[in-house]
C-alpha cells in the first residue's frame, strides 16, 4: 500500500502565499483593472477596453510614438550595458588574486560600489560629471573634448553608461570570479602539461565552466539594465529633452505627472510582458547552447 501523504504540510505554506498575494497579485489586478478603464478625477472609472493598448501600440499616435522611442532607448542602452560590463567583469574575474590576503581586500573593494543606494549613485555622478564642479567634466573640458551632460545628448548618454559600468560590473565580476573558484587545480595542472597558451586555457576550460554563471549574469543585467529608473532620473531627469528618456522614466511621468492613470498601467503591462519575453528567450537560447555544449 502506498503511504499517505499528510497534506497538512500545505498550512505551513499558507502565510507565504498570502503575503505574495497581498503584495504581488492583488497589486497586480490592480493594475490591469486600470488599463482597461478610463478616469476623469473623482474616482470616477469608465469603461475603456482595449482602448489604452491599441493606442500604445500604434506608433502614429501620440503615446506609442513616446512608448517606441523609450523602448529603442531602453534596448540600445541594455546592449551597451551587456556588451561593455560582461568583457569587463570576465577580464576583472581572470585577474583577481587566487590565493592570499589579496583575495579577501579584492572582494571588498569589488562589493563597495553594490552597496551604494541608487539614488546615491546618481547623486554622486550628478556631481562629478558637472563641467563646473565635477572633477570628471572639468577634466574632460581640460583636454579640449567638450561635455555636458545637461544639454549633449552624447555626453548624457556616455554619463549614464559610465555610471552603470562602475555600479554593476563588480556584480559580474563577483560572478565570474566564483565560477573561475570552482575549476578544480587539476585542470590547470593537465594544461600546463601539455602546454597550453594562456588562451587555450581561457577557452577550453575557464570559458566552459564559466557559461551557467554568465548566463545568471547576463539575465541579471539585463533585467536591471532595461527597468533602470532612479540613476538616469536623478543625473539627467530624462534629458536633455528626451534622450534619456527610459520606458521607467515615461512611465512614471505619465502616472504621476500627468496623472493618466489608465495609459501608465497598460504601459506598466506591457513593459512588464516585454521584460519577461526577453528574459525568457535569453534563457532559453543560453540553456540549449549550454545542453548542446554537453
Not at 587545480?185 to 594544461?191: E, G, S
Not at 577557452?203 to 529608473?229: C, E, G, T, W
Amino acid at each position: 500500500m502506498d503511504k499517505p501523504v499528510n497534506q497538512g504540510a500545505w498550512l505551513l505554506v499558507l502565510p507565504v502565499l498570502l503575503i505574495v498575494a497581498f503584495s504581488a497579485i492583488l497589486p497586480l489586478m490592480t493594475v490591469v483593472n486600470y488599463s482597461v478603464q478610463d478616469t476623469f478625477g473623482n474616482n470616477q472609472f469608465f469603461w475603456n477596453g482595449i482602448g489604452w493598448y491599441q493606442e500604445l501600440l500604434d506608433p502614429s499616435t501620440d503615446l506609442g510614438g513616446r512608448f517606441f522611442d523609450a523602448l529603442w532607448r531602453n534596448l540600445l542602452f541594455s546592449l551597451l550595458i551587456l556588451l561593455i560590463e560582461v568583457p569587463l567583469g570576465i577580464a576583472v574575474a581572470l585577474s583577481m588574486p587566487r590565493h592570499g590576503w589579496r583575495v579577501a581586500a579584492t572582494l571588498v573593494v569589488l562589493a563597495l560600489p553594490l552597496l551604494i543606494p541608487w539614488n546615491v549613485v546618481g547623486t554622486i555622478w550628478q556631481i562629478f560629471a558637472r563641467e563646473d564642479i565635477g572633477l570628471l567634466g572639468w577634466a574632460v573640458n581640460r583636454l579640449g573634448i567638450p561635455y555636458n551632460y545637461t544639454a549633449d545628448p552624447l555626453s548624457a548618454w556616455v554619463t549614464i553608461v559610465a555610471m552603470d559600468v562602475w555600479h554593476w560590473t563588480s556584480l559580474v565580476a563577483l560572478l565570474c570570479y566564483a565560477g573561475l573558484r570552482s575549476i578544480p587545480d587539476a585542470f590547470y595542472q593537465a594544461a600546463r602539461i601539455d602546454g597550453a597558451s594562456r588562451w587555450a586555457i581561457f577557452r577550453n576550460i575557464q570559458l566552459p565552466k564559466m557559461h551557467r554563471v554568465l548566463l545568471i549574469a547576463v539575465l541579471l543585467r539585463f533585467m536591471d539594465s532595461f527597468m533602470i529608473y532612479t540613476e538616469p532620473f536623478v543625473v539627467t531627469g530624462g534629458g536633455p529633452g528626451n534622450s534619456t528618456t527610459f520606458v521607467s522614466i515615461d512611465l512614471v511621468k505619465l502616472a504621476l505627472g500627468q496623472f493618466d492613470l489608465g495609459k501608465a498601467a497598460a504601459l506598466s503591462i506591457v513593459y512588464n510582458l516585454i521584460i519577461l519575453a526577453v528574459c525568457w528567450v535569453f534563457y532559453t537560447v543560453m540553456t540549449r547552447m549550454d545542453a548542446q555544449r554537453n
